[in-house]
Every structure is written in C-alpha cells, then in structure tokens.
C-alpha cells in the first residue's frame, strides 16, 4: 500500500502547493469544471440510457405449436399458458378450449412438461390423458379439449432469421462512455482537491484511481468473454461516481470504506448473476432466501442499535451495517421464486407469511421507510403473481388499518412525521433538515457551487438521506436531475424487456428489483424536500453507506439477468446452436396431423 500511496502523496503535495502558489488558478478551474461536468453527464449517459429504451427485443423462441389450421404460434417463454382467455400467452379460440387450459413450461435440461390447469375438455399427450402433468418431445401431439396441437421445433430457415434480427439488436457499444467517465473522475478528483486545499487526504485520489481501475478491469475481462452489454453497469459506475464525491465532501474519512462497498457490491453483482443462471438451483434455494431475509431482520432485532430513531444498525469491531438493506436481496430472490409455477395463480399464502414477517420485525424496529419498501415490493410481485386487485386491495386496505393500529398506541411515531408539509413552521426543530436541505439545494442552481465547496455536509445524514440537497448543491440541479433519470431508465429497461423474459422468475425479480429501486429513490429525494416524511432511506449507488452500495448492486443483477439480446448478459448462461436429435426429427416428421398440413400444402 504504501508503495502507491507515496508517490500518490508527492503528486498531491504538489498540486496543493501549485494551488497555494497560485490560488485564482483553483477558483478558475471550479469554474469551468461547473459548466463541463453536466456535459460529461450527458455524453456518459446518453449511450447506456439510449441503447436501453430503444433497441426493440425480439424474443427468442424456443419451439412452435402447430395449429389444427396449418398455422404455427411460436414459444416464446419458458413458462406458457395456453387457453382461450385473453390472459394466455397462447390464445386458442375454441369453445372446448378452457381460459386457462394447460402451462407448457421448458426445463433447464431442456425437456419439456405439460401441465392441466383443471381444464373442463381434458389434456392429452399422444392420446393418453394427462393426470397432472406430463413430459412431452418434440414432435409430440398436444390436445386440448379435442384441438389437437403437435409440438415442433424451429425450422433452420427461421432460426437462421431470428439469429439475423437479434444480432442486429446488439447492445450499444459503451467504450467512450468508459472513456468520457473516466474524464469525468479524473476532473471530479481533481476538484475534490483544489476545494479541500491543503488538507486534501490522500484518500481522494486513492479511491478515485481504485474505482477508475476496477471499472476498466471489470470491461476487459468480460469483454474477453464476448459480453457486449454495459449499459447497466455505466450507470452504476457513473452513480457510484456521484457517491465518492458526496462522501469526500462530508466525511473523507470514511472513503476507503465506500470504496471497498463498491468493489464487494460488483462482486455480488457478478456472483448473484451467474447464480441465477439455473432456475432448477434458484427454485432449490428459495427458502434458504426466505430465512436468509428473516434472519437478518431478527438479528437486527436483537443486537441492532438505534440511530435517527430506527433499531436497522450492527456494529462489530468498529464496523457497522445494516443487514435490512441485504434483506431486500433476499426478500426479492424468495419471493420472486416462492412459487413453483406461475399458473398457480392464487398460491400466496406463503410469500403474504414471509411479508407479514419481514414488515414486522421492520415495524418492531421503528424502520418504517424500509417497511414501507417490502410493502411496495410486495404488491408489486403479488400483483405479477395473481394480477387479483381484489385481493391486493384487501390487503392494503390491512396494510393501512394495520398502521392505524400502530398510530394509535404509539403515538410518537406520528411526531416523526408532525412536520411534513410544513417544515419551514418548525424550519429550528423537527424541520431542520428538510429546510437545511432546500435551502442548499436553491444556492446549488443548475450548475451546482462545486464539489467539495457546499455546507450542507454538515447537517446531520446529509450525505444519507439528504443525499440528493448534496448532489443539487455541489453538483447543479442537472446532474441530480441525471442521476435520478438513470435510476428510472433502469425501472422502464425492466419493464421492456420482460415482455420477452425467458421465465417468470426473471420477469418477476426484474420489475421487484426496479420498483424498489424507484420506489426508494422517491422516497429519498420527495423526503429531501418535504414533498414526503423523511422516512430515512438511501438514495441507490449515491448515499453514503456500504450496506446500501451492495444492495443497489445486488438488485442491479436481477436486472441484468432478464436481459436477453445477443452477449449482453454474463447473467444468460450461452449455449450452442440447437440442433435436433434424429429421434426428434423423426417423430416430427411422422406426426399424422404435420403430414396431413403438409400434404395439404401441396395440393394448394
């Protein structure tokens, strides 16, 4: 260490002489960086967010239902309902055909299974009842209520045209966003330093060069394993960026820390994607996640300590974290995979036990910005799970006289929020923060004062929940603005690309991952400014705090993982190009009903 940290320091000893000598030369590099640094923003961003909303997804498909009248219906998904409902991702428009008829679902070995969804026409496989469920090849007959189907896979014609649309789908490329993010650090920890003057730690640098460093390593070595998709991961060095800055400006101290948190959260980030690979290994540890998300909440319970009023705090060797920010990992892991199938519609008793369990031990733990996170998360997945608004507004109509309940025999929780929308009337007490936080915010402008150059470091979880007065007053209300669209285009990639998700799971896990990322960014930035209560939770990437820089890039990787274009996800495990076995060419060609549609053909 000291091997960097020398010459790191003789570099920093005289950049700080050079601006003592000259100081107007610090005042005018301030100056030109304030208008240089949104344009940066931009260029970093505009290829990552670009790339992300536009490219369309074609999906992939993984075999052909062939249809009584010759016409095929491609399969699209792993999990596939099919009935005549509207609902179905298979609609068939027969009256012997239920609305919810049979799930035909693909396995990680490939093989497929029809399951009857209590269907009043019956189920067959090649004549033969199905009682449950059924495995089922390529070339198989299929009836539904007497429809006869024949499952079939892709003709080398089609598949080489759906390899040619989704190579024309690849992924933006993100090498001069690595570069103008690079610039961009490189000015930031410069301006760190000519605003800290001759007190600059040489931890600015250090952390700055860190974080430079693992950026391009983690590039270069995924590139050589012919990943092209960066998008997600420019934002999140771009806001980790953002989070250097803030904890340099407020406590420089602590930089190391939040350096090492961004290099354990790319970590969990690379491993919780490839985990996530085996959907069969991801159904097997759903209820080690379940207890994982539990445990951590009890533990807290017990040996956590207070802070800002909320019991979320663990402090071991002069290391403290908040294990409810890796709950929210686990919860969304558990509960995405709580069920076996996804046409079990109303199956929610368990995933409601384990909300009821999370929520309580957060309520017993006064953290009711987290809580109210689980519950959104919650609905959010109980809804992709049911699509019943009915039931989900019994249980929020619960959820609301729950708290009622909590109100009305603990009335100080409701002092917490005594000042909201009115904070300038107690701007000296219970609404100091929030009017701190306007206030810096307005003397921020558009262009932001500096990094390094604000006051508003020094009330109290400025750099935490107020986060986003730091970046307005620093940075300039258009890079604050950036950085909360950043979050957004990470919600709307999310809810795009799971119109063509391989499974449920991922589907589910991605749009659990982005609400919760917006639904907390919401709640920091409104908090901030008294357009919510300030409930006390993080802002994604940006805050200050090694426990929520590893669940922002934790939750990253469900998004990632539901990411299906051409090479852009380490998450997606490759394989070679499907080729069919004899047998399944054989049985598909002999299936009576493919050679009467072929004949057919040919007399027309």
């Not at 239920?98 to 070995?109: I, K, N, T, Y």
């Not at 330093?193 to 070595?221: D, H, N, R």
Request: with cysteine.
């Amino acid at each position: 260490m000291e091997q960097l940290t020398a010459p790191l320091q003789t570099l920093l000893d005289l950049v700080c002489g050079l601006l003592a000598e000259y100081p107007l030369a610090g005042v005018w590099y301030t100056a030109f960086v304030r208008f240089l640094f949104p344009v940066l923003a931009v260029l970093i961003l505009w290829r990552a967010v670009r790339s992300l909303l536009r490219i369309p997804h074609t999906p992939e498909t993984w075999g052909l239902l062939s249809l009584p009248n010759g016409a095929s219906i491609p399969l699209t998904h792993w999990e596939n309902i099919i009935g005549r409902g509207r609902s179905a991702d298979i609609q068939l428009g027969y009256p012997s055909v239920s609305r919810q008829h049979a799930a035909l679902c693909r396995g990680e070995d490939e093989g497929w299974t029809l399951y009857d969804l209590g269907s009043k026409g019956g189920t067959e496989v090649n004549g033969v009842r199905v009682e449950g469920s059924a495995p089922v090849a390529m070339g198989d007959s299929i009836t539904l209520g007497g429809v006869p189907l024949v499952l079939l896979p892709q003709t080398v014609q089609e598949r080489e045209e759906l390899e040619r649309r989704r190579r024309g789908e690849r992924p933006a490329a993100i090498f001069p966003s690595f570069l103008w993010l690079t610039v961009f650090q490189v000015l930031a920890c410069l301006q760190l330093i000519v605003a800290a003057g001759a007190a600059a730690p040489v931890s600015i640098p250090l952390a700055f060069l860190g974080l430079t460093a693992v950026m391009w390593a983690y590039f270069a070595v995924l590139r050589c394993t012919r990943c092209v998709g960066f998008e997600m991961e420019t934002i999140a060095f771009f806001l980790s960026t953002l989070c250097l800055a803030v904890t340099a400006s407020s406590a420089p101290g602590s930089l190391f820390k939040q350096f090492l948190s961004i290099v354990l959260g790319l970590g969990l980030f690379l491993v919780l994607g490839i985990f996530l690979r085996d959907l069969t290994r991801v159904q097997k540890n759903r209820w080690l996640m379940a207890a994982a998300a539990i445990g951590l909440l009890g533990i807290t319970l017990v040996l956590g300590r207070s802070k800002y009023g909320a019991v979320n705090w663990i402090s071991i060797g002069g290391l403290s974290f908040q294990p409810s920010e890796i709950a929210k990992i686990c919860y969304i892991f558990a509960g995405s995979a709580t069920l076996e199938r996804l046409f079990r519609r109303r199956n929610l008793t368990l995933f409601i036990v384990l909300t009821g369990v999370c929520i309580g031990l957060l309520g017993c733990m006064s953290d009711f910005g987290t809580a109210a996170i689980f519950f959104v998360t919650f609905l959010v997945i109980a809804y992709l799970r049911s699509g019943d608004f009915a039931t989900l507004a019994l249980i929020c109509g619960g959820a609301v006289f729950g708290a009622g309940i909590i109100l009305r025999f603990k009335p100080y929780i409701l002092s917490r929020f005594a000042s909201w929308g009115h904070a300038w009337e107690a701007a000296s007490t219970t609404g100091y923060q929030q009017t701190r936080t306007m206030s810096a915010a307005a003397s921020g402008g558009l262009l932001g004062m500096g990094a390094g150059s604000g006051w508003l470091h020094r009330v109290a979880a400025a750099d935490t929940d107020l986060v986003f007065g730091m970046l307005c007053e620093e940075w300039g209300l258009l890079i604050a603005v950036l950085a909360v669209g950043a979050i957004i285009t990470l919600a709307f990639f999310a809810a795009r690309a799971v119109r063509v998700g391989r499974s449920s799971f991922y589907t589910i896990a991605a749009c659990a991952a982005g609400s919760l990322l917006v639904f907390q960014t919401c709640l920091n930035v409104f908090g901030s400014v008294d357009l919510l209560p300030l409930t006390g939770v993080t802002f994604p990437f940006v805050s200050n705090g090694g426990s929520a820089m590893m669940s922002a890039w934790g939750l990253l990787a469900f998004l990632k993982a539901t990411d299906t274009r051409e090479n852009a996800s380490f998450a997606i495990r490759r394989r070679p190009a499907r080729r069919l076995t004899e047998e399944a060419r054989r049985r598909a060609e002999s299936a009576p009903f493919v050679r009467e549609t072929e004949e057919s053909h040919e007399e027309d």
